[in-house]
């Protein structure tokens, strides 16, 4: 498998990359403006050298001008009655090229300014006295030594760049680094302060996900094992009276074998629970239901429905997950009547901003050192209040209030009793 690169290379890469950017862009800058000055100020030293030298070369009977003339010759600049040579190489130094565009502007003909590279760089100026002859400036060549230079001062940029890519790629990479080595520990709990300190912003907040992301991996791990520790508990008293059942011969007694059925019919609902429990309902898209007319269905399956009482609108249409609703809802109706005593009440009311669920009885309530507890999978109600359950109703129904952006509430009743409530915001609704 090929091997990914690291992060420090990329951004050690990145950083660089940038700089050499940077300094390329700067390079090309300069080498354009510095053309333009040599042009305009080069240019105008040519142009008061060629008119100077064509003034001295009109007057050839004056020892003087003829003294000068030859100081300059030593200087490369010359008389010429010949023609310029034709250019033999391919390509003329834009520098030069600027000097004689600044030096035919300047004189206000520009075919009176050529420009020779034979490969020697020669700037050739028509005379204003005498059109057959030329002054003729060598233009020194600083090419090679411009080179040179900027070869030099591109490997030290290019160096400094490299270190200081180094360095910032380091600093941004070392709380990675650390990061990535303290990981394991984070996800099983540790305080992320302690291992980085001095870190940016970004790399806490990164911690802090994993952190939460290990609080909810461990608490998925002590669900499945509280979930297997009940279901075991749950199937073990009805799989032994089948059993026992069985050994006896009890099937073909009609009240014994309806016991087994009853059985049967209690190790379905525990495992339709842990089922309802595991698979949460995140899947199920929202649909606009009437919840009146899901109370109403849900009170139509009781088995004492006289029991029972629906209070509210006659019509009330929210998008909800309506499965996990309809459970949600149902398992609040069961636990009020194993737990609880008639008569019952089903209630939905709605708020600014949120929909109330409630499901009350007239029961014993629950003791208040077990009611900040309820909700917790498979923890069933004291004796006071009963027995039998799975222990996961509500969870389930904890579980359908936060999936849909709201909560669950238990609490007694004054007077005597216990409601359930399901609030679920509307707009989260």
């Known amino acids: 498998m090929r091997r990914a690169p690291s992060t420090f290379g990329l951004v050690l890469a990145l950083v660089a990359a940038a700089l050499l950017l940077a300094l390329a862009l700067s390079s090309g800058l300069q080498r354009r403006f510095g053309k333009q000055v040599m042009g305009d100020s080069y240019g105008r030293l040519a142009l008061a050298t060629a008119l100077a030298t064509d003034e001295l070369a009109s007057r050839p009977q004056d020892a003087a001008a003829r003294q ?55 700037l050739w100026v028509r005379s204003t006295r005498d059109p057959a002859r030329w002054i003729v400036l060598r ?28 360095l910032a790629a380091r600093l941004l990479t070392r709380p990675l680094e650390r990061l990535a080595a303290q990981a394991p520990a984070l996800l099983a709990g540790a305080p992320t ?47 032994a009276r089948l059993r026992l059942a069985l050994e006896l011969g009890d099937a073909g007694d009609a009240t014994r074998r309806a016991a087994m059925v009853a059985d049967l019919e209690e190790l379905d609902r525990a495992l339709e629970q842990c089922l309802a429990f595991v698979r949460e309902g995140r899947d199920e898209a929202l649909q606009a239901i009437d919840l009146a007319t899901l109370a109403g269905q849900l009170l139509a399956l009781r ?36 737990y ?16 109330e669920l409630r499901v009350s009885d ?68």
């Open 68 to 122: 000068v003339l030859a100081s300059l010759r030593l200087l490369g600049v010359q008389v010429s009655e010949a023609q310029p040579p034709a250019p033999s190489v391919r390509r003329i130094a834009p520098a030069l090229v600027a000097v004689a565009r600044t030096v035919g502007g300047l004189l206000g003909d520009p075919s009176r300014v050529v420009v020779t590279q034979t490969p020697e760089s020669q």
């Open 340 to 355: 609880g005593a008639p008569p019952f009440s089903v209630a939905l009311v709605r708020e600014a901003g949120a929909i």
């Open 303 to 338: 088995q004492q429905p006289d029991e029972w009482q629906a209070d509210g609108p006659a019509e009330l249409v929210v998008p909800v997950r309506p499965t996990l609703l309809r459970r949600a809802l149902g398992n609040l109706m069961d636990n009020a009547e194993r």
């Open 362 to 429: 007239r029961g014993a309530g629950a003791p208040p050192e077990l009611l900040a507890r309820l909700g917790q999978p498979f923890l069933r109600g004291d004796p006071a209040r009963g027995g039998g359950g799975s222990g996961l109703g509500l969870s389930i129904a904890s579980r359908a209030a936060q999936l849909h952006g709201g909560e669950l509430r238990l609490a007694n009743r004054p007077g005597g009793g216990f409601i359930a409530t399901l609030r679920l915001p509307v707009a989260a609704a």
């Open 139 to 166: 233009a020194p060549s600083y090419r090679p030594r411009l080179l040179d230079s900027a070869l030099l001062v591109s490997l030290i940029a290019g160096l400094i760049a490299l270190a200081a890519a180094g």
């Open 193 to 239: 302060d302690a291992v980085l300190d001095g870190s940016p912003r970004e790399v806490r907040r990164l911690a802090d996900a994993i952190g939460d992301a290990g609080e909810r991996l461990r608490g998925a791990a002590r669900e499945r094992e509280l979930m297997l520790a009940g279901i075991s508990h749950d199937l073990r008293t009805p799989l």
